[in-house]
């Protein structure tokens, strides 16, 4: 079958040569020696443009950086503003010019007709009909005529997949050239730049394979599961939030393009975070519970746990950690205390401690100061 | 405070911000940023968890007409083949064209589906259900997009999303969801007005005078009840260009939270009341007729309204990059108190006045955030600063009830023989103050300046600080009788043990002036300074090396310790010079120190801290012992260290292999003392073609937790001046009554799914997962000292053993889906779910039926989840689509 599949694959790469190069034209043909000039120097860009069939991004143009992109969108009707979205450059191929998507389609059709029904280059067509030049291929993967000429030189243009010769610093340039600030704000000095995460690694622009995000996978917790596999199974455990049910995601609480906290989290802290969606909890109350103002993890694992409502220990062991004072509190517990024992005990039976210290997330009652009312 | 609903106030806000920006819609590119924002930023549910298993279609053209297979992610894992895009028509005359998908059809299900870990997160029923409504509509000439997304399995199960925009210049989404949480299908509440904020006792029972096989009989004729919290949110946004560089963002959601949830009632101990029985040790007690626990049931009325406003810069101003964010949160509970009647009397022999209790819920709440980033390119080894800096502020002031509820302890009654009027305690005239008037504000800054001096080195250094400042302030003072303190347990606890506990103290008063309680709010606070150091070299193109250090100063107040000194080093090192694998590890040491530990540093808030208190001869009883560390503040050593190597094998499979493992030492004999996690994963993903795809996971935990602890010498309490020694080792807490308690759990995880397209025609997604978890409890004792007094002649070192029995849960589902093109426009989805499960708890041990209800002066409401359970789920979909 693999084989098979490769001939299919070289009679089609043969077959679109045959029609780009068809689509170029007569004159296309004629100027082919440059290409296997006899001096062996190098190409100048006006050999490239002579090579090359006609542009829809405005070769040369790019070359004005400075000028601004939204300008050229504001003069050109009512096009989107990715009009004229600049050329990345590509420190592995300095001297690369653009070529234009028609010429990058000549042999990548298949991945244009994906691409198109991505948002990116869906956004990017959007402008087709104005006069101006339009982003395209070359928006993401920098100028193109080093690759045009060897297609399998690495670097010739920025590539975003494994093994690629752009480094991720350079890959990230380019998608941050668009998606600055914001949810990006941190993404310098965060955990997965300094780990040599691309932005490529959990996205995908060229295909539609999830509902939004252009992820590279279906969902945003398959993504993250790519490497934190350890941490979804543990939503597979007795008590958890609904991410396998498809309810929440991972960036819930977390960004993973980077913030001010070590994990990622959205807010400052862990409680703001987990107040979001729990505000009864926030309070403030008249009674406060020390352990649980300061952090909701001293008592909870929110990736998921055995124990009721995502609790690290089972009560009473969870609150005989710190809870030794005198009287009932910390005498053992053991196996004669529950129901069907010798000794059934409400310290351990169904709710344990908090059958009796039920407001333990903090109390209002002016006599709750140990939480039980 | 007024329970006005801020959700107009946010709409008028966001529609405000919305007229304003569009029409200033302009240039320059806009982006969104959905992860910046907390929540609902998933929707699918159990038919279909990613939201989009409609249009997951491989296309078996591939990617690329110049490479069979998939190329991989920069890690090396797999891209999924592209699916097929879907057929699109255009609409009317213009340049939109548009798609649409409607599925429909109906859910049965059989076997055991009251099973509670079936229902959790699905609430099903047998049903018509929607699984899935998508349409999409796209103008290619102006990028202005509509795209809805839909999904319903019943009214408590359902999510509807629409997303409207013009690609680059602004984004407007609305969403409407429900989602369930079943908490318990086992329930027998015994009282009626379940989910109102008053239970009242069934007819035949009598409230603190019912006899222990009165409630019984009564409680095994209850209905069995589901218990579940459902919440209902929608919410709108919108996200645009406000200017050249400027984007603005507005939104606000509101949250309905209904339902019922399983509670508590505390009237006093009821192991104080367990007698040996008549087979003597080694045979089953005698439950007591004294004190009382009562499992309720609360009602949850919440609503939430989060409202979020702000802009963001990308880079035009000055070269700075601003996100300036405003957010409002406002909690409102519409049932914020709840009573119930109490079966029994807590005084054994005899009726109680005190016939019931009362909670305070949660308190209405209001929340305000205030923030401001900003960053901003250094010329210096081409570096960038960054800034952050926050205020927020929590506040609440709820009326707050009176000390005793005057249906339970009515006025002209006393409470036993104490003189204490009632009178004096259920009214709010016995309060200092009449409404909470609490408050918490916060602050927050963060400094960050990162440098690559060299083209293959970055560092960085980083200050954080964070501060809170509680100022609530409540002081237990009743104007009434001039004391101070609280009635505990709803006044139970003076009524059984009298005036020597009950809990008040009054200077000048022989009854009170001795008494230690707690008599004002401790206003906990929390400060963190924090610096980091850290940088990453390229060591050659293949291998980068990391290194951070992290200093974090922690000055909590009123707690144990007055500074935490918190330090980090890590190691990281990402390769990808092991073939074509890609290694990333890390290795992370933690040492925490601080302070002089203060068991108890509490006393400005006891009654020894008042003027007129007058010390018993016998001295303070000792309120824990001396060594005890909580273990957030003591002392901690840690090591953590990770691996991942992503291999890719050929061309078409990826390994993923991951170990893991923390070590912790708090360096306490009581308290936490250790805790460790040593754990593996696998995953296994195959893409052979376009039309198979198989994916794999092999996962592995052990953990394991250890503590100590120390019961006291109960037999000195009140009895000798020896009560108030705290050492460990000293009379009041022997080494012979140390016990050591350890929680082993050990988790395995096994998973596989397979997705196939046969035909064109037919297409098949198979998964089965396995998760199996086993928590075993164990605990040592130096004596029997270690165990409650009143069981020393029940239990015997033999009945007492060394470990509960094992917590189980394990579940297995197994998950197909079929789709069936019958043309190309109609076809069929065939939807199946099979679950079995087994699970136990010894918090349920023995609660089999509603007769195990009822133990002693103990009435609860849960038997618990179902130990062993199967069930499926068949649904069958007609799918239409253009």
Request: charge should be neutral.
């Amino acid at each position: 079958m693999r084989t098979l599949r490769e001939s299919l694959a070289v009679v089609w790469r043969r077959l679109l040569i045959m029609v780009a190069l068809l689509a170029m034209g007569s004159s296309a043909f004629a100027q082919q020696a440059p290409l296997t000039s006899e001096d062996g120097a190098k190409l100048t860009q006006s050999d490239i443009d002579r090579m090359l069939p006609p542009t829809d991004m405005g070769a040369g143009r790019h070359a004005d950086r400075s000028a601004s992109a939204s300008s050229a969108s504001m003069s050109t009707g009512p096009a989107t503003p990715f009009d004229a979205a600049r050329i990345p450059a590509n420190p592995a191929a300095p001297n690369a010019q653009p070529v234009g998507a028609k010429t990058c389609n000549a042999c990548h059709a298949l991945e244009d007709l994906h691409a198109s029904h991505a948002m990116h280059v869906q956004s990017f067509q959007m402008g087709t009909s104005n006069t101006g030049p339009q982003a395209a291929c070359e928006a993401c993967h920098g100028p193109g005529s080093d690759h045009a000429k060897n297609p399998t030189a690495k670097g010739s243009i920025i590539a975003f997949t494994h093994g690629s010769a752009s480094t991720p610093e350079t890959q990230a340039t380019v998608c941050l050239g668009c998606h600055a600030g914001g949810a990006r704000q941190h993404w310098l000095g965060s955990v997965h730049e300094a780990r040599g995460l691309s932005c490529t690694d959990c996205h995908n622009p060229m295909v539609r394979n999830s509902a939004e995000g252009a992820l590279a996978k279906s969902s945003i917790n398959q993504v993250c599961a790519t490497c934190h596999q350890d941490v979804l199974v543990k939503f597979n455990r007795r008590s958890h939030m609904p991410l396998p049910e498809g309810q929440m995601a991972c960036t819930d609480c977390h960004n993973p393009h980077g913030s001010i906290t070590r994990p990622l989290l959205k807010t400052d802290t862990v409680n703001e975070t987990c107040y979001t969606c729990h505000a009864e909890k926030r309070g403030p109350f008249i009674f406060e519970h020390a352990p649980v103002r300061e952090n909701c993890l001293n008592c909870h694992d929110p990736h998921g746990s055995n124990q009721q409502t995502l609790l690290v220990l089972p009560m009473p062991m969870l609150c005989q950690q710190c809870h030794t004072m005198s009287g009932h509190p910390n005498d053992l517990q053991t196996r004669q205390s529950m129901r069907n024992g010798l000794t059934p005990d409400e310290r351990l039976m169904g709710r344990s401690c908090v059958t009796c210290h039920t407001n333990i997330h903090g109390s209002n009652s002016p006599s709750g100061s140990m939480f039980h009312q | 405070m007024p329970k006005q609903h801020p959700l107009a106030t946010g709409l008028v806000w966001c529609v405000t911000a919305s007229a304003v920006a569009l029409p200033c819609v302009s240039s320059a590119q806009f982006d969104t940023s959905d992860t910046q924002r907390v929540g609902n930023t998933q929707f699918g549910n159990n038919l279909d968890p990613t939201g989009w298993s409609s249009f997951q279609t491989p296309d078996p053209m591939g990617m690329s007409y110049l490479h069979p297979d998939q190329l991989r992610t920069p890690t090396g894992s797999l891209y999924p083949y592209p699916s097929q895009a879907p057929a699109e028509a255009p609409m009317g005359q213009g340049d939109w064209t548009y798609h649409w998908l409607l599925q429909f059809g109906y859910i049965h299900t059989s076997g055991d589906r009251n099973a509670e870990f079936f229902q959790q997160y699905a609430a099903w029923k047998d049903a018509g259900a929607l699984g899935a409504f998508d349409f999409s509509a796209l103008n290619r000439k102006t990028g202005q997009y509509v795209e809805f997304r839909g999904s319903r399995i019943d009214e408590d199960n359902q999510y509807y999303r629409l997303r409207m925009g013009t690609y680059g210049s602004y984004r407007v989404e609305a969403f409407f969801r429900d989602i369930p949480h079943v908490l318990s299908t086992d329930a027998y509440p015994l009282w009626n007005g379940v989910g109102s904020t008053s239970l009242t006792l069934p007819p035949g029972l009598t409230p603190g005078a019912s006899s222990q096989a009165q409630v019984a009989a009564v409680e095994a004729d209850r209905p069995r009840r589901t218990l579940q919290v459902t919440r209902e949110s929608e919410g709108v946004s919108w996200e645009g260009m406000l200017g050249k560089d400027w984007i603005g963002y507005a939104g606000v959601t509101n949250e309905n939270r209904h339902g019922e949830r399983d509670w508590g009632g505390s009237m006093f101990f009821s192991y104080y009341y367990t007698a040996p029985g008549p087979g003597g040790i080694g045979t089953p007690g005698i439950q007591g007729t004294g004190g009382g626990q009562n499992e309720t049931v609360r009602p949850v009325d919440f609503t939430t309204t989060d409202i979020n406003i702000g802009m963001r810069n990308k880079a035009g101003a000055a070269g700075w990059r601003f996100n300036f964010n405003m957010s409002a949160s406002f909690f409102r509970d519409h049932k914020d108190s709840l009573s119930f009647s109490a079966p029994f009397s807590p005084v054994p022999g005899s009726a109680s006045v005190i016939t019931g209790g009362t909670w305070s819920l949660e308190p209405d709440n209001n929340y305000y955030n205030v923030r401001l980033e900003g960053s901003h390119p250094l010329s210096l080894w081409r570096g960038e600063f960054s800034a952050t800096a926050s205020y927020g502020s929590m506040r609440q002031n709820d009326a707050l009830q009176s000390p005793l509820d005057p249906a339970f302890c009515p006025t002209g009654q006393f409470i036993g023989t104490t003189g204490i009027a009632c009178a004096n305690w259920n009214t709010t005239a016995a309060l200092s103050q009449q409404s909470a008037d609490a408050r918490i504000d916060t602050g927050l800054v963060n400094l960050r300046a990162s440098f690559r001096p060299l083209t293959d080195l970055t560092a960085y250094v980083n200050f954080r600080w964070r501060g809170e400042n509680n100022m609530t302030r409540y002081t237990m003072y009743n104007p009434l009788t001039g004391q101070y303190g609280f009635l505990h347990e709803n006044g139970t606890q003076t009524l059984v043990v009298g005036n020597l506990e009950a809990g008040l103290f009054q200077a000048g008063n022989p009854l009170y002036q001795s008494y230690f309680t707690q008599f004002a709010n401790i206003p906990y606070s929390y400060n963190d300074r924090q610096a980091e150091l850290g940088g990453t070299y390229q060591v050659n193109n293949h291998n980068s090396l990391g290194l951070t250090y992290t200093f974090d100063r922690q000055t909590p107040q009123q707690r144990e310790r007055t500074y935490l000194n918190d330090q980090h080093l890590k190691l990281t090192w990402d390769s990808q010079a092991l073939g074509q694998s890609t290694l990333r590890f890390s290795y992370e040491y933690e040492k925490r120190t601080g302070g002089p530990y203060n068991y108890f540093p509490y006393m400005p808030w006891y009654s020894p801290s008042l003027p007129g208190y007058v010390q018993s001869e016998l001295g303070i009883l000792a309120y824990t012992v001396s060594q005890m560390y909580k273990y957030d503040m003591s002392d901690l050593e840690a090591s953590k260290l990770k691996a991942i190597i992503t291999t890719p094998l050929g061309n078409t499979a990826t390994l993923t292999t991951t170990f893991y493992g923390n070590r912790n030492r708090y360096g306490a004999d009581i308290g936490r003392q250790s805790a460790s996690t040593t754990g593996a994963d696998v995953s296994f993903d195959w893409t052979p073609s376009a039309s198979t795809t198989f994916n794999s996971y092999l996962s592995m935990e052990s953990s394991r937790i250890k503590q100590g602890n120390v019961a006291d010498n109960e037999s000195l309490m009140d009895q000798s001046p020896e009560q108030a020694n705290t050492q460990f080792g000293g009379p009041m807490y022997p080494y012979a009554n140390f016990w050591t308690a350890t929680d082993t759990e050990k988790d395995a995880n096994v998973g596989a799914t397979i997705s196939h397209v046969f035909t064109p025609r037919v297409k098949l997604d198979v998964g089965y997962d396995y998760t199996y978890s086993r928590g075993v409890n164990g605990y040592d004792y130096a004596s029997m000292g270690a165990i409650t007094p009143g069981y020393l002649a029940i239990l015997t070192t033999a009945s007492i053993g060394n470990s509960f029995p094992a917590n189980i849960y394990r579940l297995q589902t197994l998950t197909a889906n079929l789709n069936l093109a019958l043309t190309q426009r109609v076809g069929l989805r065939l939807y199946g779910q099979y679950g079995y499960g087994r699970y136990a708890d010894w918090h349920y041990t023995g609660f089999d039926a509603p007769g195990d209800l009822v133990i002693g002066n103990r009435v609860y409401t849960d038997l618990g989840p179902q130990t062993r359970w199967h069930a499926a789920v068949l649904g069958a979909f007609v799918t239409l689509k253009l």
